[in-house]
């Protein structure tokens, strides 16, 4: 497959309702020529429809779109240079894959000769090359999901959207052909735009993520970025496995405390806070906050507790597969060395980042 | 296994009230008919008389004949073709969302409680040369338009009301099959590039081509088969034995000319062409008709 421009896409103050229901408030964003972006967020977000405007399936309310600083918000998905693939995949039932892969290029009048040429590559890419003739209904699901990929890249598009490609595949599949998304979004050099509600898939597979929350853009950041510095409690409440643990504490006179009095950081802030704890950086230990464990979930190489803190607040910790805990028992944790995260009780945002303690109740 | 019936004979029982009357109205009749029309049968009773073919040779060597049944064939080609595309139209734009289609498929839907008698009374008095909606058209014009005198007005006329006939129950099937067919699909097929046309027959019409299967079948046999009430209220076969379809004919020739078994006869070849009609549809047209999704 030779490689193709990517476009550089922005998006200039671009909203989207139906009827009453805003659902894209305003997004401003610039997404690289050939880079591979992630749109994660929950569901109902508006990423589809942040996609289907891309794609020019859904009329934009306002605002613009522009590929290469060309204006397509106006323009007929087919004159975009963008290719899609559908969470059902959308094949063609009643065509067989060949004729699948070379619909857009029986339409764009490509002669006979060169067209079988271009989908006997894009089905070789995609190692699909035996089942040309056979119908979608007669693929399996893994298989109907190359062949929708064919589809898009067998046009040489600029831009390939994803919508959610893999939620349909079992877990196994799943990981393989992310694999090979990633592999081939570096060879064919189209800039990709990718939806998921996995995270995963989205640190894995993205140069950088844009997280959308209630269509507004919480973050829009590389994969390292936004783990190591979400820029909200959203943020840090979405990504990880277990995700962050958000804790209300107090900052005053230079220390973040719980409730119960213990030290968890140093700061500059006052006031309300609400402190983010990676639970893979909790430790137990013999002496610090108690806590009781609410549910345990094995997962091999190591345990992921459900607990609560004195005062109620619940707490994730990554323990060890050395010990197991067992629900009701009283443990206590140790924030020392912890990764802390500092956001505004009331808005979330991010706040300058606090020091963490070296030793229990001690500020750094 | 199959569940089946604890008693050997409850499915009989069951089906016997369904059995009684397609026996009694429908296969004791075409029995009937196919039997007289081997006799000669006089009008008022008083025995039959065994006549072999004669009847046949009778009747197709009679040039009224041939030409009812060339009318018959127009009205079944051009009658069908647009009660299907009509409807098909109607329903893709209704699928489109196109404004004011919400109300429109109530609207469409409605005739269907309308039996063809008032339809064929309603359309007379429409299509009316002096006061239907053709009367200021007649005025510039004079003589443009009339059914009364005119056969091609006539025959035209007995078409729109057969094909407006034929809308609800089409218009109803295409669309059930429309908006079964994925969302995703005309999207993808926008992406690839195809236009509203290539996107409806490229993806949405090979999609409901069980649909439009099913509406030819039926819509064939209704349009030979059931003219006969539009046709009586309408022009009774005229002007002229323009608007005399078979089905008509042979009311006229078995209920006003008394030849029974000539009516008999002509009832046995609609029969079998019908039949022959639907047997080709459903062994030679069928099997280009792809089910699955
Ligand atoms: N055609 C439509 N008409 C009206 N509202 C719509 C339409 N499409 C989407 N919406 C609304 O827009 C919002 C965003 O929908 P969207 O499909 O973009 O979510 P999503 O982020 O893709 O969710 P998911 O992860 O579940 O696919 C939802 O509240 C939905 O109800
Ligand atoms: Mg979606």
Redesign the pocket.
């Known amino acids: 497959m030779q490689a193709t421009i990517g476009a550089e896409i922005r998006l200039d103050a671009l909203t989207k309702s ?1 009827g009453d ?1 805003l ?1 894209l408030p305003g997004l401003d964003a610039t997404l690289g020529a050939g880079e591979f972006t992630v749109i994660l ?1 929950p ?7 942040l996609l289907n405007l891309l794609a020019g399936l859904e009329r934009v309310t306002s605002g613009r779109i522009l590929m290469n600083g060309r204006e397509v918000q106006g323009l007929a998905p087919r004159d975009r240079g963008v290719a899609m693939v559908f969470q059902n995949y959308a094949l063609y039932p009643h065509m067989t894959v060949a004729e699948n892969i070379g619909y857009a290029l029986k339409i764009a009048g490509v002669p006979r000769a060169e067209r079988d040429r271009r989908i006997a590559e894009a089905a070789r890419t995609v190692a699909l090359g035996d089942y040309l003739t056979r119908r979608p209904g007669e693929l399996s699901g893994g298989q109907r999901q190359r062949v929708a990929i064919a589809r898009a890249i067998v046009r040489e598009p600029s831009v390939m959207l994803f919508d ?1 490609p893999l939620s349909n595949l079992d877990a196994q599949l799943r990981h393989g052909t992310r694999m090979e998304l990633a592999a081939l979004h570096r060879r064919i050099g189209a800039s990709s735009i990718f ?1 998921t ?1 996995d995270q995963v898939e989205a640190m894995t597979l993205a140069d950088r993520i844009l997280i959308l929350n209630k269509g507004r853009i919480e973050q829009f950041d590389t994969p390292e970025a936004i783990y190591r510095r979400p820029a909200s409690t959203f943020v840090a409440g979405f990504i990880g496995a277990p995700p962050m643990n958000l804790l209300d504490a107090i900052a005053e006179s230079g220390r973040v405390r719980l409730a119960s009095g213990t030290v968890l950081a140093g700061t500059g802030a006052n006031g309300p806070v609400t402190l983010g704890i990676r639970p893979e950086t909790i430790h137990l230990n013999d002496v610090g906050e108690p806590v009781v464990v609410d549910y345990v979930e094995d997962l091999g190489g190591h345990h992921v507790l459900a607990a609560h803190l004195e005062d109620g607040q619940s707490l994730r910790i990554v323990t060890p597969p050395d010990r197991r805990p067992e629900p009701g028992e009283r443990l206590h944790v140790s924030f020392a060395g912890a990764s802390v995260h500092l956001f505004d009780a009331i808005t979330g945002r991010r706040l300058a980042d606090p020091a963490p303690i070296r030793s229990e109740g001690v500020p750094a | 296994m199959p569940p089946s019936f604890a008693g050997r004979w409850t499915p009989f029982w069951l089906s016997l009230p369904m059995l009684l009357i397609v026996a009694l109205f429908f296969y004791i009749p075409v029995y009937l008919s196919f039997w007289w029309s081997f006799t000669l049968e006089r009008p008022f009773g008083g025995g039959s008389e065994f006549v072999g073919f004669q009847n046949y040779a009778r009747v197709l060597s009679d040039p009224i004949f041939w030409d009812a049944a060339w009318r018959t064939l127009v009205f079944m080609v051009f009658g069908s073709t647009l009660a299907i595309i009509v409807p098909l139209i109607l329903a893709l734009a209704a699928d489109r969302m196109v404004p004011l289609s919400h109300t429109a498929r109530n609207v469409l839907i409605w005739p269907k409680g309308i039996a063809g008698a008032s339809i064929g009374v309603v359309f007379a008095f429409i299509f009316n040369p002096f006061v239907g909606i053709m009367a200021p058209l007649n005025g510039l014009f004079p003589g443009l338009w009339n059914p009364g005198s005119d056969g091609t007005d006539a025959f035209i006329m007995l078409l729109i009301a057969h094909v407006w006939n034929g809308i609800p129950f089409n218009f109803v099937i295409l669309l059930a099959g429309l908006q079964a067919v994925p969302r995703s699909l005309t999207q993808a097929a926008a992406i690839d590039g195809a236009s509203p046309w290539r996107r409806i027959r490229d993806v949405q019409l090979p999609m409901i081509a069980p649909q439009l299967f099913l509406t030819f079948v039926l819509e064939f046999t209704e349009s030979v088969v059931s003219a006969f009430a539009l046709i009586d209220t309408m022009t009774q076969g005229g002007p002229g034995g323009a608007t005399r379809l078979l089905v008509y004919k042979i009311y006229q020739d078995g209920f006003k000319g008394y030849d029974l078994s000539g009516a008999a006869t002509q009832s046995a070849i609609l029969m079998v062409f019908v039949l022959c009609l639907a047997a080709f549809q459903f062994l030679y047209l069928e099997k280009k008709v792809r089910y699955e999704r």
């Open positions: 139906y229901n659902v967020g569901s109902g977000c508006g990423k589809s429809t959610e939806v509600h």
